[in-house]
Nanobody, 122 residues
Framework: QVQLVESGGGLVQAGGSLRLSCVASGSIFSINAMGWYRQAPGKQRELVAVINRGSSTTYVDSVKGRFTISSDNAKNAVYLQMNSLKLEDTAVYYC????????????????WGQGTQGTVSS
């Protein structure tokens, strides 16, 4: 019903930047919220940032002031600009969405992308 496709991961030196993108497609009636999670080796998946339909944003404390989440409603897209990257930001980053679908009408669907690797080196 809903597919998420991520892009933009890669390898960057500490202090550098990466920009992640995620585009949703499928039977979309409205996007209630989209966000980014990450999972580092040996750790649980954690919420990084989320933006809701009203453009309200939430960040995990460890990325505040360094990461910025934004969205483009016309493109059904969400972005994560990551600046001043640290070694501990190395993780697989997953896009997440809460979307109300058109088929079936009114169904709230939670979807995940396939993940994109972000690696920060010293």
């Amino acid at each position: 019903q809903v597919q998420l496709v991520e892009s933009g991961g890669g390898l960057v030196q500490a202090g550098g930047s990466l920009r992640l993108s995620c585009v949703a497609s499928g039977s979309i009636f409205s996007i209630n919220a989209m966000g980014w999670y990450r999972q580092a080796p040996g750790k649980q998946r954690e919420l990084v940032a989320v933006i809701n339909r009203g453009s309200s944003t939430t960040y995990v404390d460890s990325v505040k002031g360094r990461f910025t989440i934004s969205s483009d409603n016309a493109k059904n897209a969400v972005y994560l600009q990551m600046n001043s990257l640290k070694l501990e930001d190395t993780a697989v980053y997953y896009c997440n969405s809460y979307i109300t679908t058109t088929e079936p009408m009114g169904l709230l669907v939670v979807s995940w992308g396939q993940g994109t690797q972000g690696t920060v080196s010293s």
